[in-house]
Protein backbone atom coordinates (compact mmCIF):
# COMPACT_ATOMS: atom_id res chain seq x y z
CA UNK A 1 0.00 0.00 0.00
CA UNK A 2 1.50 3.39 -1.15
CA UNK A 3 0.10 6.36 0.63
CA UNK A 4 0.41 9.91 -0.06
CA UNK A 5 -0.18 12.59 2.77
CA UNK A 6 -0.82 16.55 1.90
CA UNK A 7 -1.76 19.09 4.08
CA UNK A 8 0.35 22.64 5.02
CA UNK A 9 3.42 22.48 7.28
CA UNK A 10 1.86 21.98 10.68
CA UNK A 11 -0.56 20.04 9.79
CA UNK A 12 0.75 16.72 11.97
CA UNK A 13 1.59 14.60 8.64
CA UNK A 14 4.56 13.31 10.49
CA UNK A 15 2.93 12.10 13.49
CA UNK A 16 -0.26 10.53 11.46
CA UNK A 17 2.41 8.68 8.97
CA UNK A 18 3.81 7.38 12.63
CA UNK A 19 0.04 6.37 13.47
CA UNK A 20 -0.64 5.02 9.87
CA UNK A 21 2.34 3.06 9.97
CA UNK A 22 1.56 0.96 13.15
CA UNK A 23 -1.87 0.12 11.68
CA UNK A 24 -0.94 -0.85 8.47
CA UNK A 25 3.03 -2.30 8.69
CA UNK A 26 3.68 0.72 5.66
CA UNK A 27 6.83 2.25 6.21
CA UNK A 28 6.93 6.22 7.21
CA UNK A 29 9.21 7.74 4.76
CA UNK A 30 9.95 11.90 5.08
CA UNK A 31 11.78 13.83 2.67
CA UNK A 32 12.26 16.78 5.70
CA UNK A 33 13.96 13.97 7.45
CA UNK A 34 16.03 12.67 4.67
CA UNK A 35 17.10 16.16 3.81
CA UNK A 36 17.50 17.11 7.39
CA UNK A 37 19.98 14.20 7.72
CA UNK A 38 21.90 14.63 4.53
CA UNK A 39 22.23 18.28 5.97
CA UNK A 40 23.49 17.13 9.59
CA UNK A 41 26.08 14.96 7.12
CA UNK A 42 27.28 17.91 5.73
CA UNK A 43 26.74 15.75 1.91
CA UNK A 44 27.15 18.35 -0.84
CA UNK A 45 23.26 17.69 -1.63
CA UNK A 46 23.36 18.43 2.23
CA UNK A 47 24.99 21.92 1.82
CA UNK A 48 22.96 23.04 -0.88
CA UNK A 49 19.64 22.10 0.43
CA UNK A 50 20.36 23.94 3.56
CA UNK A 51 20.53 27.18 2.12
CA UNK A 52 16.74 26.59 0.75
CA UNK A 53 15.52 25.07 3.82
CA UNK A 54 16.66 27.94 6.42
CA UNK A 55 14.88 30.45 4.52
CA UNK A 56 11.21 28.09 4.23
CA UNK A 57 11.55 27.43 0.36
CA UNK A 58 11.63 24.09 -1.49
CA UNK A 59 14.46 22.22 -2.07
CA UNK A 60 15.39 22.10 -5.86
CA UNK A 61 13.31 19.50 -7.15
CA UNK A 62 16.45 17.31 -8.70
CA UNK A 63 17.87 17.13 -5.35
CA UNK A 64 14.59 15.69 -3.59
CA UNK A 65 13.75 13.45 -6.35
CA UNK A 66 17.04 11.95 -6.68
CA UNK A 67 17.24 10.77 -2.53
CA UNK A 68 13.50 10.18 -2.50
CA UNK A 69 14.25 7.13 -5.17
CA UNK A 70 17.39 6.29 -3.08
CA UNK A 71 15.01 5.78 -0.47
CA UNK A 72 12.29 4.06 -2.21
CA UNK A 73 14.85 1.77 -3.41
CA UNK A 74 15.54 0.19 0.19
CA UNK A 75 14.33 -3.30 1.36
CA UNK A 76 12.10 -1.94 4.19
CA UNK A 77 9.66 -0.03 1.44
CA UNK A 78 9.17 -3.41 -0.85
CA UNK A 79 5.61 -3.62 1.68
CA UNK A 80 4.31 -0.53 1.15
CA UNK A 81 5.47 3.12 2.74
CA UNK A 82 3.69 6.38 3.64
CA UNK A 83 5.10 9.32 1.62
CA UNK A 84 5.39 12.81 4.10
CA UNK A 85 6.44 15.91 2.35
CA UNK A 86 6.54 14.42 -1.00
CA UNK A 87 5.23 15.13 -3.92
CA UNK A 88 5.42 18.83 -2.98
CA UNK A 89 4.64 20.59 -6.42
CA UNK A 90 3.31 19.32 -9.72
CA UNK A 91 6.58 18.72 -11.33
CA UNK A 92 7.45 16.22 -8.16
CA UNK A 93 3.95 14.92 -8.64
CA UNK A 94 4.78 14.01 -11.85
CA UNK A 95 8.27 12.51 -11.44
CA UNK A 96 6.54 10.40 -9.20
CA UNK A 97 4.03 9.11 -11.88
CA UNK A 98 6.89 8.78 -14.35
CA UNK A 99 8.68 6.61 -11.87
CA UNK A 100 5.80 4.10 -12.20
CA UNK A 101 4.78 4.39 -8.76
CA UNK A 102 1.31 3.55 -8.24
CA UNK A 103 -0.47 5.51 -4.95
CA UNK A 104 -3.45 3.96 -3.90
CA UNK A 105 -4.59 6.86 -1.89
CA UNK A 106 -3.55 10.73 -0.97
CA UNK A 107 -5.13 12.11 2.00
CA UNK A 108 -4.71 15.60 2.58
CA UNK A 109 -4.78 17.30 6.35
CA UNK A 110 -6.80 20.34 6.22
CA UNK A 111 -5.45 22.79 8.97
CA UNK A 112 -6.30 26.30 9.43
CA UNK A 113 -3.25 28.86 8.51
CA UNK A 114 -3.95 30.68 11.83
CA UNK A 115 -3.25 27.38 13.69
CA UNK A 116 -0.27 26.91 12.15
CA UNK A 117 2.06 29.21 13.50
CA UNK A 118 1.22 28.34 16.75
CA UNK A 119 1.40 24.41 16.77
CA UNK A 120 5.34 25.23 14.74
CA UNK A 121 6.35 27.09 17.79
CA UNK A 122 5.91 24.55 20.16
CA UNK A 123 6.74 21.71 18.30
CA UNK A 124 9.94 20.23 19.26
CA UNK A 125 12.11 17.77 17.47
CA UNK A 126 14.33 14.98 18.43
CA UNK A 127 18.26 16.37 17.71
CA UNK A 128 19.34 12.18 17.45
CA UNK A 129 16.34 10.55 15.54
CA UNK A 130 14.20 13.07 14.45
CA UNK A 131 10.92 12.15 16.58
CA UNK A 132 8.33 14.88 16.89
CA UNK A 133 6.86 16.37 19.71
CA UNK A 134 4.26 19.04 20.59
CA UNK A 135 5.23 20.93 23.74
CA UNK A 136 0.81 20.59 24.49
CA UNK A 137 -0.69 18.23 22.15
CA UNK A 138 1.81 15.55 22.18
CA UNK A 139 4.61 15.79 24.83
CA UNK A 140 7.64 13.66 25.83
CA UNK A 141 7.20 11.50 28.63
CA UNK A 142 10.68 12.29 29.08
CA UNK A 143 10.56 15.77 29.54
CA UNK A 144 13.29 17.55 27.53
CA UNK A 145 14.38 14.27 26.36
CA UNK A 146 12.98 11.80 23.44
CA UNK A 147 11.20 9.34 24.54
CA UNK A 148 12.18 6.76 21.82
CA UNK A 149 16.14 7.26 22.10
CA UNK A 150 16.70 10.00 24.87
CA UNK A 151 17.99 12.53 22.26
CA UNK A 152 17.88 16.02 23.48
CA UNK A 153 14.42 17.59 22.01
CA UNK A 154 15.25 20.96 20.07
CA UNK A 155 13.75 23.37 18.26
CA UNK A 156 13.77 23.66 14.71
CA UNK A 157 15.61 26.97 12.58
CA UNK A 158 12.76 26.42 10.34
CA UNK A 159 10.34 26.85 13.16
CA UNK A 160 10.90 30.20 14.05
CA UNK A 161 7.52 32.23 12.89
CA UNK A 162 9.03 34.78 10.43
CA UNK A 163 10.18 31.03 8.54
CA UNK A 164 6.83 29.42 9.17
CA UNK A 165 4.93 32.26 7.36
CA UNK A 166 7.06 31.43 3.98
CA UNK A 167 6.83 28.04 4.33
CA UNK A 168 3.27 28.52 4.76
CA UNK A 169 2.83 30.85 1.47
CA UNK A 170 4.68 28.62 -0.16
CA UNK A 171 2.33 25.77 0.58
CA UNK A 172 -0.47 27.65 -1.26
CA UNK A 173 1.61 28.86 -4.08
CA UNK A 174 3.58 25.37 -4.55
CA UNK A 175 1.77 22.32 -2.83
CA UNK A 176 -1.51 23.07 -2.70
CA UNK A 177 -1.99 23.21 -6.52
CA UNK A 178 -1.51 19.55 -6.03
CA UNK A 179 -5.14 18.88 -4.93
CA UNK A 180 -6.42 19.36 -8.23
CA UNK A 181 -3.98 16.83 -10.08
CA UNK A 182 -4.72 13.60 -7.22
CA UNK A 183 -8.64 14.97 -7.06
CA UNK A 184 -8.45 14.05 -10.54
CA UNK A 185 -6.82 10.93 -10.80
CA UNK A 186 -9.84 10.31 -8.06
CA UNK A 187 -7.60 9.37 -5.03
CA UNK A 188 -8.04 12.39 -3.29
CA UNK A 189 -9.48 11.94 0.40
CA UNK A 190 -10.08 14.98 2.67
CA UNK A 191 -10.19 15.34 6.66
CA UNK A 192 -9.72 18.13 9.27
CA UNK A 193 -6.56 18.56 11.42
CA UNK A 194 -7.67 18.68 15.16
CA UNK A 195 -5.72 19.66 18.14
CA UNK A 196 -5.17 16.81 19.62
CA UNK A 197 -3.23 14.05 17.67
CA UNK A 198 -5.95 10.85 18.54
CA UNK A 199 -8.77 12.88 17.29
CA UNK A 200 -7.19 13.94 14.05
CA UNK A 201 -6.08 9.97 13.62
CA UNK A 202 -9.44 9.35 13.82
CA UNK A 203 -10.15 11.05 10.51
CA UNK A 204 -7.32 8.78 9.29
CA UNK A 205 -8.81 5.58 10.48
CA UNK A 206 -12.46 6.79 8.84
CA UNK A 207 -10.60 7.22 5.58
CA UNK A 208 -8.47 3.93 5.67
CA UNK A 209 -11.58 1.94 6.65
CA UNK A 210 -13.97 2.73 3.98
CA UNK A 211 -10.73 2.50 1.18
CA UNK A 212 -9.81 -0.79 2.82
CA UNK A 213 -6.51 -0.52 3.11
P1 LIG B 1 6.93 20.73 7.07
O1 LIG B 1 6.06 19.81 6.29
O2 LIG B 1 6.45 20.91 8.46
O3 LIG B 1 7.24 22.02 6.37
P2 LIG B 1 9.22 19.09 6.43
O4 LIG B 1 10.09 18.45 7.45
O5 LIG B 1 8.36 18.23 5.60
O6 LIG B 1 8.35 20.11 7.29
O7 LIG B 1 10.09 20.00 5.46
C1 LIG B 1 11.04 20.91 5.92
C2 LIG B 1 11.74 21.58 4.76
O8 LIG B 1 12.43 20.60 3.96
C3 LIG B 1 10.83 22.29 3.78
O9 LIG B 1 10.51 23.59 4.20
C4 LIG B 1 11.65 22.25 2.50
O10 LIG B 1 12.64 23.25 2.51
C5 LIG B 1 12.35 20.91 2.59
N1 LIG B 1 11.59 19.86 1.87
C6 LIG B 1 10.99 18.76 2.42
N2 LIG B 1 10.40 18.00 1.49
C7 LIG B 1 10.62 18.63 0.30
C8 LIG B 1 10.25 18.37 -1.05
N3 LIG B 1 9.51 17.29 -1.40
N4 LIG B 1 10.68 19.24 -2.00
C9 LIG B 1 11.41 20.32 -1.69
N5 LIG B 1 11.78 20.64 -0.45
C10 LIG B 1 11.39 19.81 0.55
ZN1 LIG C 1 14.82 10.40 19.42
Not at 72 to 97: H, T, V, W
Not at 115 to 135: I, K, M, P, Q, S
Request: charged share 30%; proline share 4%; hydrophobic share 40%.
Amino acid sequence: MRIILLGAPGAGKGTQAQFISEKTGAIPVSTGKIIRSAVKNGTPAGTIAKRYIDVGRLVPDEIVIEMLKERLKEDDCKDGYILDGFPRNISQALALDKMGIDIDIVIDILVFDSDVVERLCGRRVCDNCGATYHVDAKPSAKGELCELCGGILITREDDKPEIVLERLRVYHAETEPLLRHYNAQIKLRTMRSFPTVEDTAKGVLAILGESAV
